[in-house]
Protein backbone atom coordinates (compact mmCIF):
# COMPACT_ATOMS: atom_id res chain seq x y z
CA UNK A 1 0.00 0.00 0.00
CA UNK A 2 2.95 2.31 1.15
CA UNK A 3 4.43 1.48 -2.23
CA UNK A 4 1.45 2.14 -4.31
CA UNK A 5 0.93 5.60 -2.57
CA UNK A 6 4.59 6.35 -3.19
CA UNK A 7 3.61 5.89 -6.98
CA UNK A 8 1.16 7.95 -7.00
CA UNK A 9 2.70 10.84 -5.51
CA UNK A 10 6.17 10.34 -7.86
CA UNK A 11 3.11 10.33 -10.58
CA UNK A 12 1.56 13.63 -9.40
CA UNK A 13 4.91 15.24 -9.05
CA UNK A 14 5.75 14.24 -13.05
CA UNK A 15 2.17 15.48 -14.27
CA UNK A 16 2.79 18.59 -12.32
CA UNK A 17 6.45 19.11 -13.46
CA UNK A 18 4.92 18.78 -16.73
CA UNK A 19 2.40 20.82 -16.90
CA UNK A 20 4.59 23.67 -16.01
CA UNK A 21 7.11 22.78 -18.14
CA UNK A 22 4.32 22.95 -20.96
CA UNK A 23 2.92 25.84 -19.44
CA UNK A 24 6.44 27.45 -19.61
CA UNK A 25 7.14 26.85 -22.91
CA UNK A 26 3.93 27.69 -24.50
CA UNK A 27 4.23 31.12 -22.60
CA UNK A 28 7.73 30.76 -23.96
CA UNK A 29 6.92 30.56 -27.71
CA UNK A 30 4.30 33.28 -27.23
CA UNK A 31 6.25 35.63 -26.22
CA UNK A 32 8.63 34.74 -29.22
CA UNK A 33 5.30 35.27 -31.64
CA UNK A 34 4.35 38.36 -30.13
CA UNK A 35 8.09 39.76 -30.38
CA UNK A 36 7.75 38.79 -34.16
CA UNK A 37 4.24 40.87 -34.72
CA UNK A 38 4.44 44.12 -36.52
CA UNK A 39 1.86 46.74 -35.25
CA UNK A 40 1.07 50.52 -36.06
CA UNK A 41 -1.14 52.49 -33.78
CA UNK A 42 -4.57 53.35 -35.45
CA UNK A 43 -4.90 56.84 -36.09
CA UNK A 44 -6.59 59.38 -38.36
CA UNK A 45 -5.06 61.28 -40.96
CA UNK A 46 -5.52 62.22 -44.84
CA UNK A 47 -6.73 59.33 -47.89
CA UNK A 48 -6.09 59.69 -51.17
CA UNK A 49 -8.19 57.19 -53.13
CA UNK A 50 -6.70 56.84 -56.58
CA UNK A 51 -7.34 54.41 -59.42
CA UNK A 52 -5.01 52.87 -61.60
CA UNK A 53 -4.40 52.30 -65.45
CA UNK A 54 -1.85 51.81 -68.17
CA UNK A 55 -1.65 54.27 -71.56
CA UNK A 56 0.02 55.92 -73.99
CA UNK A 57 1.67 58.98 -74.47
CA UNK A 58 0.37 60.80 -78.00
CA UNK A 59 0.02 64.59 -79.05
CA UNK A 60 -3.24 66.22 -79.13
CA UNK A 61 -3.11 66.66 -82.45
CA UNK A 62 -1.65 64.60 -84.70
CA UNK A 63 -1.51 65.07 -88.98
CA UNK A 64 -0.29 62.83 -91.65
CA UNK A 65 0.26 65.02 -94.77
CA UNK A 66 0.60 63.29 -98.18
CA UNK A 67 0.50 64.76 -101.77
CA UNK A 68 -2.40 64.89 -103.85
CA UNK A 69 -1.24 64.77 -107.04
CA UNK A 70 1.92 63.79 -109.17
CA UNK A 71 5.26 65.00 -110.18
CA UNK A 72 8.56 65.38 -108.35
CA UNK A 73 9.27 66.67 -105.31
CA UNK A 74 11.62 69.81 -105.02
CA UNK A 75 12.01 72.09 -102.21
CA UNK A 76 11.68 70.24 -98.67
CA UNK A 77 11.88 73.04 -96.49
CA UNK A 78 11.72 71.78 -92.85
CA UNK A 79 13.82 69.46 -90.96
CA UNK A 80 12.88 66.42 -88.04
CA UNK A 81 12.39 67.99 -85.36
CA UNK A 82 11.33 71.47 -86.73
CA UNK A 83 8.64 73.39 -85.39
CA UNK A 84 6.65 75.06 -87.31
CA UNK A 85 3.36 77.55 -87.64
CA UNK A 86 0.28 76.57 -89.31
CA UNK A 87 -0.14 77.65 -92.89
CA UNK A 88 3.61 77.50 -93.02
CA UNK A 89 4.78 75.60 -96.30
CA UNK A 90 6.65 72.41 -95.55
CA UNK A 91 7.34 70.81 -98.96
CA UNK A 92 6.57 71.59 -102.90
CA UNK A 93 7.08 70.01 -106.12
CA UNK A 94 9.17 70.91 -108.96
CA UNK A 95 7.43 72.97 -111.09
CA UNK A 96 8.43 71.82 -114.45
CA UNK A 97 7.24 68.48 -113.51
CA UNK A 98 3.08 69.67 -112.25
CA UNK A 99 0.59 69.35 -115.02
CA UNK A 100 -0.58 71.88 -117.36
CA UNK A 101 -3.97 72.18 -115.80
CA UNK A 102 -1.99 73.36 -112.58
CA UNK A 103 0.09 75.74 -114.62
CA UNK A 104 -3.41 77.48 -115.94
CA UNK A 105 -5.00 77.51 -112.58
CA UNK A 106 -2.33 80.14 -112.15
CA UNK A 107 -3.34 82.31 -114.34
CA UNK A 108 -7.39 81.80 -114.05
CA UNK A 109 -6.41 82.62 -110.21
CA UNK A 110 -4.72 86.25 -110.72
CA UNK A 111 -7.65 86.52 -112.91
CA UNK A 112 -10.30 86.10 -110.65
CA UNK A 113 -8.62 87.97 -107.71
CA UNK A 114 -8.72 90.92 -109.96
CA UNK A 115 -12.22 90.60 -110.55
CA UNK A 116 -12.90 90.21 -107.10
CA UNK A 117 -10.71 93.15 -106.22
CA UNK A 118 -12.32 95.81 -108.92
CA UNK A 119 -15.55 94.43 -107.45
CA UNK A 120 -14.88 95.32 -104.11
CA UNK A 121 -13.18 98.07 -104.84
CA UNK A 122 -15.24 99.96 -106.78
CA UNK A 123 -16.77 102.16 -103.89
CA UNK A 124 -17.95 104.81 -106.48
CA UNK A 125 -20.59 102.26 -107.95
CA UNK A 126 -23.70 103.85 -106.67
CA UNK A 127 -22.95 107.17 -107.28
CA UNK A 128 -22.32 106.70 -110.82
CA UNK A 129 -25.64 104.11 -111.34
CA UNK A 130 -27.60 107.01 -109.12
CA UNK A 131 -25.94 109.43 -111.31
CA UNK A 132 -27.48 107.62 -114.48
CA UNK A 133 -30.90 107.08 -112.82
CA UNK A 134 -31.36 111.20 -112.41
CA UNK A 135 -30.24 111.85 -116.35
CA UNK A 136 -32.49 109.13 -117.31
CA UNK A 137 -34.88 110.77 -115.51
CA UNK A 138 -33.83 114.10 -116.66
CA UNK A 139 -34.33 112.50 -120.66
CA UNK A 140 -38.05 111.09 -119.79
CA UNK A 141 -38.85 114.27 -118.28
CA UNK A 142 -37.83 116.26 -121.81
CA UNK A 143 -39.74 113.41 -123.70
CA UNK A 144 -42.59 113.91 -121.87
CA UNK A 145 -42.92 117.46 -122.44
CA UNK A 146 -42.15 116.81 -126.33
CA UNK A 147 -45.35 114.83 -126.00
CA UNK A 148 -47.33 117.62 -124.17
CA UNK A 149 -47.89 119.65 -127.81
CA UNK A 150 -49.43 116.21 -129.36
CA UNK A 151 -51.60 115.66 -126.60
CA UNK A 152 -53.46 119.40 -127.26
CA UNK A 153 -56.27 120.46 -128.93
CA UNK A 154 -53.95 122.43 -131.36
CA UNK A 155 -51.98 119.93 -132.16
CA UNK A 156 -54.92 117.60 -132.98
CA UNK A 157 -56.28 121.13 -134.74
CA UNK A 158 -53.42 121.60 -137.07
CA UNK A 159 -53.53 117.70 -138.04
CA UNK A 160 -56.95 117.63 -138.58
CA UNK A 161 -56.63 120.69 -140.84
CA UNK A 162 -53.81 119.47 -142.36
CA UNK A 163 -55.40 116.33 -143.77
CA UNK A 164 -58.83 117.98 -144.46
CA UNK A 165 -56.36 120.50 -146.75
CA UNK A 166 -55.13 117.09 -148.28
CA UNK A 167 -58.46 115.88 -149.09
CA UNK A 168 -58.92 120.10 -150.52
CA UNK A 169 -55.51 119.45 -152.56
CA UNK A 170 -56.73 115.96 -154.20
CA UNK A 171 -60.03 117.22 -155.11
CA UNK A 172 -58.44 120.72 -156.61
CA UNK A 173 -55.74 117.91 -158.42
CA UNK A 174 -58.46 115.66 -159.89
CA UNK A 175 -60.44 118.80 -161.14
CA UNK A 176 -56.99 120.08 -162.71
CA UNK A 177 -56.27 116.19 -164.15
CA UNK A 178 -60.26 116.56 -165.58
CA UNK A 179 -59.27 120.01 -166.62
CA UNK A 180 -56.25 118.83 -169.02
CA UNK A 181 -57.71 115.52 -169.92
CA UNK A 182 -59.26 117.16 -173.38
CA UNK A 183 -56.01 118.98 -174.06
CA UNK A 184 -53.61 115.88 -173.28
CA UNK A 185 -52.99 115.27 -177.06
CA UNK A 186 -52.84 118.56 -178.30
CA UNK A 187 -49.46 120.22 -179.32
CA UNK A 188 -47.56 121.10 -176.38
CA UNK A 189 -47.06 124.69 -177.72
CA UNK A 190 -50.39 125.38 -177.77
CA UNK A 191 -51.12 128.23 -175.57
CA UNK A 192 -54.45 126.76 -174.07
CA UNK A 193 -52.87 123.15 -173.35
CA UNK A 194 -49.87 124.61 -171.67
CA UNK A 195 -51.86 126.12 -169.33
CA UNK A 196 -54.52 123.76 -168.06
CA UNK A 197 -51.08 121.60 -168.02
CA UNK A 198 -49.34 124.27 -165.43
CA UNK A 199 -52.61 124.51 -163.32
CA UNK A 200 -52.63 120.76 -163.04
CA UNK A 201 -48.46 120.69 -162.24
CA UNK A 202 -49.43 123.37 -159.82
CA UNK A 203 -52.39 121.06 -158.28
CA UNK A 204 -49.47 118.56 -157.73
CA UNK A 205 -47.41 120.19 -155.92
CA UNK A 206 -49.85 121.34 -154.01
CA UNK A 207 -51.49 118.03 -153.17
CA UNK A 208 -47.65 116.52 -152.55
CA UNK A 209 -46.95 119.52 -149.84
CA UNK A 210 -50.22 119.19 -148.31
CA UNK A 211 -49.49 115.34 -147.92
CA UNK A 212 -45.86 116.11 -146.69
CA UNK A 213 -47.12 118.24 -144.19
CA UNK A 214 -49.52 115.65 -142.51
CA UNK A 215 -46.80 113.00 -142.80
CA UNK A 216 -44.43 115.34 -140.98
CA UNK A 217 -47.15 116.22 -137.92
CA UNK A 218 -47.34 112.95 -137.67
CA UNK A 219 -43.78 111.42 -138.17
CA UNK A 220 -43.06 114.36 -135.22
CA UNK A 221 -45.53 112.51 -132.85
CA UNK A 222 -43.86 108.96 -133.73
CA UNK A 223 -40.26 110.70 -132.85
CA UNK A 224 -41.74 112.06 -129.42
CA UNK A 225 -43.57 108.71 -128.75
CA UNK A 226 -40.48 107.15 -129.89
CA UNK A 227 -38.17 109.24 -127.63
CA UNK A 228 -40.04 108.82 -124.79
CA UNK A 229 -40.31 104.98 -125.08
CA UNK A 230 -36.77 105.00 -124.94
CA UNK A 231 -36.25 107.38 -122.48
CA UNK A 232 -38.45 105.33 -120.23
CA UNK A 233 -36.64 102.03 -121.43
CA UNK A 234 -33.63 103.51 -120.28
CA UNK A 235 -34.37 105.10 -116.80
CA UNK A 236 -36.18 101.10 -116.05
CA UNK A 237 -32.17 100.28 -116.45
CA UNK A 238 -30.75 102.54 -114.64
CA UNK A 239 -33.37 102.14 -111.60
CA UNK A 240 -32.57 98.41 -111.99
CA UNK A 241 -28.47 98.99 -111.74
CA UNK A 242 -28.82 101.36 -108.65
CA UNK A 243 -30.62 98.84 -106.76
CA UNK A 244 -28.45 96.21 -107.54
CA UNK A 245 -25.01 98.15 -106.57
CA UNK A 246 -26.76 100.75 -103.85
CA UNK A 247 -26.07 98.85 -101.21
CA UNK A 248 -22.28 97.87 -102.37
CA UNK A 249 -21.00 94.56 -104.34
CA UNK A 250 -24.11 92.08 -105.32
CA UNK A 251 -23.33 89.13 -102.80
CA UNK A 252 -24.02 86.37 -105.80
CA UNK A 253 -21.31 88.05 -107.41
CA UNK A 254 -18.90 88.23 -104.45
CA UNK A 255 -19.95 84.34 -103.83
CA UNK A 256 -19.28 83.44 -107.28
CA UNK A 257 -15.64 84.78 -107.30
CA UNK A 258 -14.95 83.85 -104.58
CA UNK A 259 -15.64 80.28 -105.11
CA UNK A 260 -13.53 80.17 -108.49
CA UNK A 261 -10.85 81.51 -106.25
CA UNK A 262 -11.25 79.24 -103.31
CA UNK A 263 -11.62 76.24 -106.16
CA UNK A 264 -8.37 77.42 -108.23
CA UNK A 265 -5.90 77.84 -105.00
CA UNK A 266 -7.27 74.35 -103.94
CA UNK A 267 -6.21 73.50 -107.30
CA UNK A 268 -2.50 74.99 -106.53
CA UNK A 269 -2.49 73.54 -103.52
CA UNK A 270 -2.04 70.48 -104.35
CA UNK A 271 1.49 71.06 -105.37
CA UNK A 272 2.65 71.95 -102.01
CA UNK A 273 2.53 70.32 -98.69
CA UNK A 274 1.02 73.07 -95.92
CA UNK A 275 0.84 72.94 -92.19
CA UNK A 276 -2.46 72.62 -91.01
CA UNK A 277 -1.74 73.22 -87.38
CA UNK A 278 1.60 74.53 -85.43
CA UNK A 279 3.21 71.82 -84.23
CA UNK A 280 6.88 69.82 -84.61
CA UNK A 281 7.94 68.25 -87.56
CA UNK A 282 8.34 64.27 -86.29
CA UNK A 283 8.57 62.53 -89.74
CA UNK A 284 9.72 63.17 -93.17
CA UNK A 285 9.37 60.57 -95.73
CA UNK A 286 10.79 62.11 -99.37
CA UNK A 287 13.55 63.50 -100.85
CA UNK A 288 13.82 66.13 -103.45
CA UNK A 289 13.66 64.66 -106.31
CA UNK A 290 11.48 61.61 -105.74
CA UNK A 291 8.68 61.12 -107.82
CA UNK A 292 5.52 60.80 -106.32
CA UNK A 293 1.84 60.22 -106.81
CA UNK A 294 -1.86 60.92 -104.99
CA UNK A 295 -1.81 59.13 -101.73
CA UNK A 296 2.15 59.04 -100.89
CA UNK A 297 2.71 60.37 -97.41
CA UNK A 298 5.00 63.55 -97.06
CA UNK A 299 5.21 64.15 -93.74
CA UNK A 300 3.99 64.22 -90.16
CA UNK A 301 3.14 67.01 -88.04
CA UNK A 302 2.17 66.59 -84.17
CA UNK A 303 1.03 69.15 -81.79
CA UNK A 304 3.90 68.32 -78.93
CA UNK A 305 3.11 72.08 -76.57
CA UNK A 306 0.37 69.57 -75.39
CA UNK A 307 0.30 65.60 -74.76
CA UNK A 308 -2.26 63.32 -73.63
CA UNK A 309 -2.26 59.31 -72.53
CA UNK A 310 -5.76 57.60 -73.48
CA UNK A 311 -6.48 55.06 -70.55
CA UNK A 312 -8.65 52.30 -70.17
CA UNK A 313 -10.88 52.08 -67.55
CA UNK A 314 -13.67 49.31 -65.85
CA UNK A 315 -17.19 50.36 -66.03
CA UNK A 316 -16.91 49.27 -61.59
CA UNK A 317 -14.88 53.01 -61.61
CA UNK A 318 -15.74 54.98 -64.66
CA UNK A 319 -18.48 57.03 -62.46
CA UNK A 320 -16.06 58.18 -60.09
CA UNK A 321 -13.77 59.68 -62.92
CA UNK A 322 -14.69 63.67 -63.51
CA UNK A 323 -13.31 65.82 -65.85
CA UNK A 324 -10.48 68.14 -64.16
CA UNK A 325 -9.60 65.49 -61.72
CA UNK A 326 -5.76 65.39 -60.66
CA UNK A 327 -3.32 62.93 -61.92
CA UNK A 328 -0.10 61.33 -61.39
CA UNK A 329 2.21 59.10 -63.59
CA UNK A 330 5.10 57.67 -63.99
CA UNK A 331 6.91 56.48 -66.75
CA UNK A 332 9.36 53.35 -67.15
CA UNK A 333 11.59 55.27 -69.77
CA UNK A 334 11.94 57.85 -67.60
CA UNK A 335 13.10 56.86 -63.68
CA UNK A 336 12.78 58.75 -60.30
CA UNK A 337 10.37 61.63 -61.65
CA UNK A 338 7.04 61.59 -61.62
CA UNK A 339 4.77 63.68 -63.84
CA UNK A 340 1.53 65.25 -63.12
CA UNK A 341 -2.03 66.00 -65.79
CA UNK A 342 -5.89 66.89 -65.67
CA UNK A 343 -8.83 64.73 -66.84
CA UNK A 344 -9.65 66.55 -69.99
CA UNK A 345 -12.37 63.73 -71.22
CA UNK A 346 -14.36 61.43 -69.83
CA UNK A 347 -15.71 59.14 -72.52
CA UNK A 348 -19.44 58.76 -72.60
CA UNK A 349 -20.00 55.46 -74.33
CA UNK A 350 -17.93 52.08 -73.51
CA UNK A 351 -16.37 49.03 -75.48
CA UNK A 352 -16.37 45.39 -75.23
CA UNK A 353 -12.65 44.47 -74.47
CA UNK A 354 -11.81 41.04 -73.91
CA UNK A 355 -15.19 40.30 -72.31
CA UNK A 356 -14.99 44.03 -69.88
CA UNK A 357 -16.67 46.52 -70.73
CA UNK A 358 -13.79 49.85 -70.67
CA UNK A 359 -14.52 54.05 -71.24
CA UNK A 360 -11.82 55.60 -71.95
CA UNK A 361 -10.56 58.51 -70.14
CA UNK A 362 -8.47 60.78 -71.80
CA UNK A 363 -5.32 62.77 -69.22
CA UNK A 364 -3.61 65.68 -70.24
CA UNK A 365 -0.07 65.97 -68.98
CA UNK A 366 0.73 69.34 -67.45
CA UNK A 367 4.08 69.25 -67.05
CA UNK A 368 5.54 67.49 -69.75
CA UNK A 369 8.99 68.17 -70.42
CA UNK A 370 11.55 67.10 -73.24
CA UNK A 371 12.19 63.64 -72.38
CA UNK A 372 8.27 62.77 -72.48
CA UNK A 373 7.85 61.37 -76.03
CA UNK A 374 4.61 60.27 -78.05
CA UNK A 375 4.51 56.16 -77.80
CA UNK A 376 5.90 56.08 -73.93
CA UNK A 377 3.70 54.22 -71.82
CA UNK A 378 2.86 55.69 -68.69
CA UNK A 379 1.30 54.53 -65.51
CA UNK A 380 -1.35 56.84 -64.29
CA UNK A 381 -3.04 57.65 -60.94
CA UNK A 382 -6.55 59.40 -61.27
CA UNK A 383 -7.24 61.11 -57.94
CA UNK A 384 -10.81 60.41 -57.59
CA UNK A 385 -11.06 61.46 -53.78
CA UNK A 386 -8.95 63.55 -51.24
CA UNK A 387 -10.13 62.42 -47.60
CA UNK A 388 -8.78 65.11 -44.28
CA UNK A 389 -8.78 63.51 -40.87
CA UNK A 390 -10.16 59.60 -41.39
CA UNK A 391 -9.70 56.70 -39.12
CA UNK A 392 -6.89 54.64 -41.09
CA UNK A 393 -6.29 51.43 -41.32
CA UNK A 394 -3.56 49.63 -43.46
CA UNK A 395 -4.81 47.58 -46.56
CA UNK A 396 -2.05 44.48 -45.60
CA UNK A 397 -3.73 43.90 -41.99
CA UNK A 398 -7.26 43.62 -43.08
CA UNK A 399 -8.92 40.13 -43.28
CA UNK A 400 -11.89 38.75 -44.24
CA UNK A 401 -13.78 36.36 -41.55
CA UNK A 402 -16.80 34.76 -42.27
CA UNK A 403 -17.51 37.57 -44.95
CA UNK A 404 -16.63 40.53 -42.48
CA UNK A 405 -13.56 42.60 -42.83
CA UNK A 406 -11.54 42.64 -39.74
CA UNK A 407 -8.05 43.26 -38.12
CA UNK A 408 -6.90 41.94 -35.32
CA UNK A 409 -5.48 44.66 -32.52
CA UNK A 410 -2.91 43.72 -29.68
CA UNK A 411 -4.72 44.41 -26.23
CA UNK A 412 -2.95 43.37 -23.15
CA UNK A 413 -0.93 40.53 -24.85
CA UNK A 414 -4.03 39.31 -26.46
CA UNK A 415 -5.18 39.28 -30.14
CA UNK A 416 -8.87 40.88 -30.65
CA UNK A 417 -10.17 40.56 -33.68
CA UNK A 418 -11.96 43.81 -34.59
CA UNK A 419 -15.20 44.10 -37.39
CA UNK A 420 -15.03 47.18 -39.55
CA UNK A 421 -16.76 48.42 -42.76
CA UNK A 422 -14.19 50.11 -45.10
CA UNK A 423 -15.10 53.62 -47.58
CA UNK A 424 -12.27 54.87 -50.12
CA UNK A 425 -8.86 53.09 -50.09
CA UNK A 426 -5.73 54.16 -51.84
CA UNK A 427 -2.31 51.81 -52.52
CA UNK A 428 -1.45 51.40 -48.53
CA UNK A 429 -4.50 52.78 -46.69
CA UNK A 430 -8.45 52.23 -46.41
CA UNK A 431 -10.56 54.61 -44.75
CA UNK A 432 -12.81 53.26 -42.20
CA UNK A 433 -16.53 54.23 -41.90
CA UNK A 434 -17.86 52.09 -39.26
CA UNK A 435 -16.91 49.06 -36.47
CA UNK A 436 -15.20 48.63 -33.59
CA UNK A 437 -11.70 50.03 -33.89
CA UNK A 438 -10.92 53.14 -32.26
CA UNK A 439 -8.21 55.57 -32.40
CA UNK A 440 -5.04 54.12 -30.49
CA UNK A 441 -5.83 50.68 -30.80
CA UNK A 442 -2.69 48.51 -31.90
CA UNK A 443 -3.27 46.84 -35.28
CA UNK A 444 -1.68 43.81 -36.25
CA UNK A 445 0.37 44.22 -39.28
CA UNK A 446 0.96 40.49 -40.12
CA UNK A 447 -1.29 38.79 -37.64
CA UNK A 448 -0.26 34.70 -38.23
CA UNK A 449 -2.41 32.52 -40.51
CA UNK A 450 -2.72 29.80 -37.26
CA UNK A 451 -3.94 31.56 -34.96
CA UNK A 452 -4.19 28.12 -32.87
CA UNK A 453 -0.47 28.00 -32.82
CA UNK A 454 -0.48 30.81 -29.69
CA UNK A 455 -2.28 28.12 -27.31
CA UNK A 456 -5.62 28.49 -25.40
CA UNK A 457 -6.08 32.32 -24.27
CA UNK A 458 -3.94 33.71 -26.79
CA UNK A 459 -7.10 34.59 -28.29
CA UNK A 460 -10.28 37.08 -26.93
Do not use: C
Amino acid sequence: MKKIFTILIILAVIVAIAFFGLRLLGQRQQATLLSDLQTVTASRGGLTSTIGATGMVHAEQTAILTWLTSGNVGDISVQLGDTVEAEQVLAALDPSSISQSIILAQADLINAEKALDDLLSNQSAAAHALQAVLNAQQAVYIAERAMDRFEGDTYKDDLEEARQDVIDRQDELTEAQDNFEPYLDWDPTDDTRQRYEQELIDAQNAYDEAVRFVALLELDEQLAQANLDVATAALNTAQREYERVKDGPNADDVTVLESRIAATQATLDMTQITAPFAGTITEINNKSGDQISPGITALRIDDLSRLEVDVQVTEVDINRIQNGQTVNMTFDAILDNEYHGIVSQVSRVGNLVQGIVQFTVTVEITDADERVRPGMTAAVNIVVEQLDGVLLVPNRAVRLENGDRVVYILEDGQLNSVKITLGASSDTHSEVIDGELQVGDQIVINPPQNLESFGPGFMR
